[in-house]
T-cell receptor, first 114, second 114 residues
Framework: GENVEQHPSTLSVQEGDSAVIKCTYS??????FPWYKQELGKRPQLIID?????GEKKDQRIAVTLNKTAKHFSLHITETQPEDSAVYFC?????????????FGAGTRLAVHP | SQTIHQWPATLVQPVGSPLSLECTVE??????LYWYRQAAGRGLQLLFY??????ISSEVPQNLSASRPQDRQFILSSKKLLLSDSGFYLC?????????????FGSGTQLSVL
């Protein structure tokens, strides 16, 4: 069945460093790849997304890259700040029966130390 | 603008008791609606989705059921809770048309079954 693998499960960086989180997906029909940020006890919030017709997308300090051939996509956070500390989830989806079925990775707990 | 309301925020229930979690969406019509569960330190598992009133699809066999009595109302229920039902339950919606891949989450319900 569909599967999304996410690595690493935990990531610790110093403030100002970059952080990279990687995901792979199994369903070659997947065409939409969002990233969510979840702070402790809060709802996941969409921070950036990319569609399969694009290889890279950037929004200020956050960028996402997609390699459709290898079925890899990655989240890059530059100049990390303590408020970036959270759990980040990747997901992959494709249209199925009238809706887009999102399959989530297991999450990466990012800690940014001052 | 669209908003999603989910309640209660926390719930402590004894094993064998019933459950009813409610979710409503405002500011949109005919949304796709979803229930996700997040076990402690884990990813997001899709439990149910609905593309219309009375239309419910289940992703995994379990002790829970869902209903959609109105267009913007989604209810998660159980007749008899199990210990394994503990977790963080998230309601979510996505647009039926347009950019319908984007998923927006409610604030979640932390359920503890004792």
């Amino acid at each position: 069945g569909e599967n999304v693998e996410q690595h690493p499960s935990t990531l610790s960086v110093q403030e100002g460093d970059s952080a990279v989180i990687k995901c792979t997906y199994s369903d070659s029909a997947s065409n939409y790849f969002p990233w969510y940020k979840q702070e402790l006890g809060k709802r996941p919030q969409l921070i950036i997304d990319i569609r399969s017709n694009v290889g890279e997308k950037k929004d200020q300090r956050i960028a996402v890259t997609l390699n459709k051939t290898a079925k890899h996509f990655s989240l890059h956070i530059t100049e990390t700040q303590p408020e970036d500390s959270a759990v980040y989830f990747c997901a992959a989806s494709r249209r199925s029966g009238g809706y887009n079925k999102l399959i989530f990775g297991a999450g990466t707990r990012l800690a940014v130390h001052p | 603008s669209q908003t999603i309301h989910q309640w209660p925020a926390t719930l402590v229930q004894p094993v064998g008791s019933p459950l009813s979690l409610e979710c409503t969406v405002e500011g949109t019509s005919n949304p796709n609606l979803y229930w996700y569960r997040q076990a402690a330190g884990r990813g997001l598992q899709l439990l149910f989705y609905s593309v219309g009133i009375g239309q419910i699809s289940s992703e995994v066999p379990q002790n829970l059921s869902a209903s959609r009595p109105q267009d913007r109302q989604f209810i998660l229920s159980s007749k008899k809770l199990l210990l394994s039902d503990s977790g963080f339950y998230l309601c979510a919606w996505s647009p039926r048309v347009g950019a319908n891949e984007k998923l927006f989450f409610g604030s979640g319900t932390q359920l503890s079954v004792l």
